[in-house]
Nanobody
Framework: QVQLVESGGGSVQAGGSLRLSCAISGSSYCMSWFRQASETEREGVAFLENDVTTTYADSVKGRFTISIDNAKKTLYLDMNSLKPEDTAMYYC??????????????????WGQGTQVTVSS
C-alpha cells in the first residue's frame, strides 16, 4: 500500500519556477508525475525508477527535474522556465511493488490528490 500527498503548487508568471513535493508512505520501484489540464487526458511528464533512472516527456525535457529524498520520504518535481501551457493539476503517482514506470496513467495503482499549477503569460 502506498499513500501520496502532494504540495507546492501555486500561481507563477511565465519563465518562473516552482517545486512540487509528494510525501510518500510505502515504497514503489516507479514514481511518476502526471498532469491534467482542463478537458484533456492525464499526461505523464516525469518518471523515476529505482530512485535513479529518470525519463521525461518531450514537452518538459530540459525544464523539469524529478528527484527523491529517501530520508525525507519525499518525491520532488522542480519546474523551471514555466510556460502557460504547463498550467494543469499535477499528480504524484506510484505503481507499487517492482513494476516499471509507464506513460499510461490507467496502470498506476496509487495517486495523490493533486496540486494546481497556474502559469500566467
Amino acid at each position: 500500500q502506498v499513500q501520496l500527498v502532494e504540495s507546492g503548487g501555486g500561481s507563477v508568471q511565465a519563465g518562473g519556477s516552482l517545486r512540487l513535493s509528494c510525501a510518500i508512505s510505502g515504497s514503489s520501484y516507479c514514481m511518476s508525475w502526471f498532469r491534467q489540464a482542463s478537458e484533456t487526458e492525464r499526461e505523464g511528464v516525469a518518471f523515476l525508477e529505482n530512485d535513479v533512472t529518470t525519463t521525461y516527456a518531450d514537452s518538459v525535457k530540459g525544464r523539469f527535474t524529478i528527484s527523491i529524498d529517501n530520508a525525507k520520504k519525499t518525491l520532488y518535481l522542480d519546474m523551471n522556465s514555466l510556460k502557460p501551457e504547463d498550467t494543469a493539476m499535477y499528480y504524484c503517482a506510484a505503481r507499487g511493488g517492482r513494476a516499471s514506470c509507464s506513460k499510461y496513467s490507467w496502470i498506476y495503482h496509487y495517486w495523490g490528490q493533486g496540486t494546481q499549477v497556474t502559469v500566467s503569460s
